[in-house]
C-alpha cells in the first residue's frame, strides 16, 4: 500500500502543472486513454523490477534537472554526409528553417502539431496503440506519460520505396529545457524506408517511436544519442511486423549521465525478421540500460539482440533482454547476446537476459560476458610497435564490430565507425 501511495504521489507531482495539449478528436481520445493507463499503473521507482538497476528519479522529477550545453569542438553532425532529408528540433520544437522540404524524401511526412489538430487523421490507428500494446507484461509508465503529453513529432507513411533516408536531428539549446516527442511510421506493404536519429535533444529527452512493418516491407533505423554529458534521456521503440517483413534498428550512445533505452517488438506475420543491436562508450558518470522485449507470435521468425559496451572510470553498463516465444510460433530463431569491455576496477556491467518459450521446434540462446581487454592480444599488438593506447583502442573498435555490422547500408556504417574512432581517440590519446 506505501509503494502504491508513494507512486501515486509522484505521478501527481509530475502531472501537476502540466495539461493534456489541445487536440483534435482522434488525438486527444489517445491522450486521454494514456493518461489514465498511467494513472493506473504510476510512475516508477527503484523497487519496481525493470528499475531496479537504473534510478528513474530524474526522469520522473516535476523539473528537469539543468544540463550544460556541451561545446562539441565542431565535430561534423553524424549522417552529414549522407543525403538525407532533414528535419530539425531544438529542445523539442520544430525549426522549419534549419529542415528540408519534406516531400524530397517522397513519402507522406506530417507533424504531430499539425496533424493532431485535425479530426481524423491515418495516425489514429497507429498513435498511443503500439505503446498500449507494450504495457504488458511489463509497464512502461514514462512511454504512457510522453503519449499524453508529447508536444510534437512526425507522423510518416511510406506506400513505396523512400526516395531518401529521413533524418530527425534533435538540438539542446536550453541547460533546462525538457522536451517530449512522439512519432509514427506506418510501411504499408512493400514499402521500405530508413530513419536516422541524431542528437541529444534537450536537458531531459523523452521520445517514443512507433513502427507499423507491413507485410513485404523493410524499416532501417539508425540512431545516434550523445554528446552532451549531463543530458538524460528516455526513449522508447515500439514496433510491430507483418509477414516476410524486416526491422532493423541500431544505437550507438556516447555520453550522457543517463540513458534509458527500451524497444518492444512484435513478430505477428510468418517469416519475419527484427534485429536489434546497440553500441555503448561511456566514461565517468554514465549510466546506460537497454531495455529490450521481443515477443515471437508468428511462425519461421528470426530475431536477434547484440549489445556491447565500452566502460572506463566507473561508468554503469545496463541490459535487460527477454525473448518470448507464444504456443504456436514454431521455427523460431533467436538469438541474444550482451557484452561489456571494462577498461577499470570500478566500472560495472548488469545484465539480465531472458527466454520465455512456450513453443517446442524453436532455436533461441542467449548469453552475457564482461571482462577487460585481452591482454594476450594487447601484448601482441604493442610487441609489433602498436602504442598502447592506439592498441587499447584497435581492440575496442573490434569488440564493437559485430553491432555496427547490424547496419545494412555501408555509407551510414562508415559513418557510424567514423564517430567511434573519435571517441576513442578522445579517450583513449
Same mark, same amino acid.
Given at each position: 500500500?506505501?509503494?502504491?501511495?508513494?507512486?501515486?504521489?509522484?505521478?501527481?507531482?509530475?502531472?501537476?502543472?502540466?495539461?493534456?495539449?489541445?487536440?483534435?478528436?482522434?488525438?486527444?481520445?489517445?491522450?486521454?486513454?494514456?493518461?489514465?493507463?498511467?494513472?493506473?499503473?504510476?510512475?516508477?521507482?527503484?523497487?519496481?523490477?525493470?528499475?531496479?538497476?537504473?534510478?528513474?528519479?530524474?526522469?520522473?522529477?516535476?523539473?528537469?534537472?539543468?544540463?550544460?550545453?556541451?561545446?562539441?569542438?565542431?565535430?561534423?553532425?553524424?549522417?552529414?554526409?549522407?543525403?538525407?532529408?532533414?528535419?530539425?528540433?531544438?529542445?523539442?520544437?520544430?525549426?522549419?528553417?534549419?529542415?528540408?522540404?519534406?516531400?524530397?524524401?517522397?513519402?507522406?511526412?506530417?507533424?504531430?502539431?499539425?496533424?493532431?489538430?485535425?479530426?481524423?487523421?491515418?495516425?489514429?490507428?497507429?498513435?498511443?496503440?503500439?505503446?498500449?500494446?507494450?504495457?504488458?507484461?511489463?509497464?512502461?509508465?514514462?512511454?504512457?506519460?510522453?503519449?499524453?503529453?508529447?508536444?510534437?513529432? #512526425?507522423?510518416?507513411?511510406?506506400? *513505396?520505396?523512400?526516395?531518401?533516408?529521413?533524418?530527425?536531428?534533435?538540438?539542446?539549446?536550453?541547460?533546462?529545457?525538457?522536451?517530449?516527442?512522439?512519432?509514427? #511510421?506506418?510501411?504499408?506493404?512493400?514499402?521500405?524506408?530508413?530513419?536516422?536519429?541524431?542528437?541529444?535533444?534537450?536537458?531531459?529527452?523523452?521520445?517514443?517511436?512507433?513502427?507499423?512493418?507491413?507485410?513485404?516491407?523493410?524499416?532501417?533505423?539508425?540512431?545516434?544519442?550523445?554528446?552532451?554529458?549531463?543530458?538524460?534521456?528516455?526513449?522508447?521503440?515500439?514496433?510491430?511486423?507483418?509477414?516476410?517483413?524486416?526491422?532493423?534498428?541500431?544505437?550507438? !550512445?556516447?555520453?550522457?549521465?543517463?540513458?534509458?533505452?527500451?524497444?518492444?517488438?512484435?513478430? !505477428?506475420?510468418?517469416?519475419?525478421?527484427?534485429?536489434?543491436?546497440?553500441?555503448?562508450?561511456?566514461?565517468?558518470?554514465?549510466?546506460?540500460?537497454?531495455?529490450?522485449?521481443? !515477443?515471437?507470435?508468428?511462425?519461421?521468425?528470426?530475431?536477434?539482440?547484440?549489445?556491447?559496451?565500452?566502460?572506463?572510470?566507473?561508468?554503469?553498463?545496463?541490459?535487460?533482454?527477454?525473448?518470448?516465444?507464444?504456443?504456436?510460433?514454431?521455427?523460431?530463431? *533467436?538469438?541474444?547476446?550482451?557484452?561489456?569491455?571494462?577498461?577499470?576496477?570500478?566500472?560495472?556491467?548488469?545484465?539480465?537476459?531472458?527466454?520465455?518459450?512456450?513453443?517446442?521446434?524453436?532455436?533461441?540462446?542467449?548469453?552475457?560476458?564482461?571482462?577487460?581487454?585481452?591482454?594476450?592480444?594487447?601484448?601482441?599488438?604493442?610487441?609489433?610497435?602498436?602504442?598502447?593506447?592506439?592498441?587499447?583502442?584497435?581492440?575496442?573498435?573490434?569488440?564493437?564490430?559485430?553491432?555496427?555490422?547490424?547496419?545494412?547500408?555501408?555509407?551510414?556504417?562508415?559513418?557510424?565507425?567514423?564517430?567511434?574512432?573519435?571517441?576513442?581517440?578522445?579517450?583513449? *590519446?
Amino acid at each position: 500500500m506505501a509503494l502504491a501511495q508513494a507512486k501515486r504521489a509522484a505521478t501527481e507531482a509530475r502531472l501537476e502543472g502540466l495539461s493534456l495539449p489541445a487536440s483534435g478528436a482522434w488525438l486527444a481520445q489517445a491522450r486521454g486513454a494514456a493518461l489514465a493507463r498511467l494513472s493506473e499503473m504510476g510512475l516508477p521507482g527503484r523497487r519496481d523490477e525493470y528499475w531496479r538497476w537504473t534510478d528513474p528519479t530524474t526522469l520522473a522529477a516535476a523539473e528537469a534537472p539543468a544540463a550544460a550545453l556541451f561545446d562539441d569542438g565542431g565535430e561534423r553532425p553524424a549522417f552529414d554526409k549522407i543525403d538525407r532529408v532533414t528535419l530539425v528540433f531544438v529542445d523539442g520544437v520544430f525549426d522549419a528553417a534549419a529542415s528540408d522540404d519534406p516531400a524530397a524524401a517522397e513519402v507522406e511526412i506530417t507533424r504531430l502539431a499539425e496533424a493532431g489538430a485535425q479530426d481524423i487523421h491515418w495516425a489514429k490507428d497507429l498513435y498511443g496503440a503500439l505503446e498500449a500494446r507494450g504495457q504488458a507484461p511489463v509497464a512502461r509508465p514514462f512511454a504512457a506519460l510522453n503519449t499524453a503529453i508529447a508536444t510534437d513529432g #512526425v507522423l510518416i507513411r511510406a506506400t *513505396g520505396k523512400a526516395a531518401k533516408p529521413v533524418s530527425l536531428v534533435y538540438r539542446h539549446a536550453s541547460e533546462t529545457s525538457d522536451a517530449i516527442l512522439h512519432h509514427c #511510421v506506418k510501411l504499408e506493404e512493400g514499402a521500405e524506408l530508413t530513419l536516422l536519429e541524431s542528437g541529444p535533444g534537450a536537458a531531459r529527452f523523452s521520445t517514443v517511436l512507433e513502427v507499423e512493418v507491413g507485410d513485404g516491407a523493410a524499416f532501417h533505423h539508425i540512431r545516434t544519442q550523445g554528446r552532451d554529458h549531463e543530458r538524460r534521456v528516455a526513449a522508447h521503440l515500439f514496433a510491430r511486423l507483418g509477414a516476410e517483413s524486416r526491422f532493423k534498428t541500431f544505437t550507438l !550512445t556516447a555520453n550522457g549521465v543517463l540513458t534509458r533505452n527500451e524497444t518492444v517488438v512484435e513478430l !505477428t506475420g510468418d517469416d519475419s525478421v527484427a534485429h536489434i543491436a546497440g553500441a555503448a562508450m561511456g566514461d565517468g558518470g554514465f549510466h546506460h540500460d537497454d531495455t529490450v522485449f521481443i !515477443t515471437h507470435d508468428a511462425e519461421r521468425c528470426e530475431s536477434r539482440q547484440v549489445f556491447k559496451k565500452v566502460l572506463m572510470n566507473g561508468a554503469e553498463g545496463i541490459f535487460q533482454g527477454k525473448i518470448l516465444v507464444k504456443p504456436g510460433a514454431q521455427k523460431t530463431d *533467436g538469438y541474444q547476446i550482451s557484452q561489456s569491455l571494462l577498461l577499470d576496477e570500478r566500472s560495472q556491467f548488469l545484465a539480465k537476459p531472458e527466454l520465455e518459450i512456450y513453443a517446442d521446434d524453436v532455436q533461441c540462446s542467449h548469453g552475457s560476458t564482461s571482462g577487460a581487454i585481452d591482454e594476450t592480444a594487447l601484448y601482441y599488438l604493442r610487441s609489433r610497435g602498436v602504442p598502447e593506447r592506439a592498441a587499447q583502442a584497435l581492440l575496442v573498435q573490434a569488440f564493437l564490430a559485430q553491432t555496427i555490422e547490424e547496419i545494412e547500408d555501408e555509407a551510414l556504417s562508415e559513418d557510424i565507425r567514423t564517430r567511434l574512432e573519435a571517441w576513442l581517440a578522445r579517450r583513449l *590519446g
